[in-house]
Nanobody, 119 residues
Framework: QVQFVESGGGLVQPGGSLRLSCEASGFIIDYSDMSWYRQGPNKERELVAGISGDGYGRNWADFAKGRFTMSRDNTRNTVYLEMNNLKSDDTAVYYC????????????WGQGTQVTVSS
């Protein structure tokens, strides 16, 4: 059974930083593209970033370019999203899934991790 467990969210002031983690289980991420998504209040879920299976490719949403970094640790079956210069518009629940442009497991979303950017 595929599962994703996201963590690392919290309350942060505008301009602050957070590092999110997502541990996958039920499959080995080593050669899998992985991605982060988010869903803000009253908004649809949207892609934030994707990382290719070899770790070299990145697929960024425009709002994430230059501020967010995505990485992976295959030994931990975990992907990370480092977010800098956070803005109020980044307030959302953040999720991860396999895939690069769209989720490979659309029926297996985790609980997500809440990121709130507010002064």
């Amino acid at each position: 059974q595929v599962q994703f467990v996201e963590s690392g969210g919290g309350l942060v002031q505008p301009g602050g930083s957070l590092r999110l983690s997502c541990e996958a289980s039920g499959f080995i991420i080593d050669y899998s593209d992985m991605s982060w998504y988010r869903q803000g209040p009253n908004k649809e879920r949207e892609l934030v970033a994707g990382i290719s299976g070899d770790g070299y490719g990145r697929n960024w949403a425009d709002f994430a370019k230059g501020r967010f970094t995505m990485s992976r640790d295959n030994t931990r079956n975990t992907v990370y999203l480092e977010m800098n210069n956070l803005k109020s518009d980044d307030t959302a629940v953040y999720y991860c899934n396999a895939g690069y442009y769209r989720p490979n497991f659309p029926d297996s979303w985790g609980q997500g991790t809440q990121v709130t950017v507010s002064s």
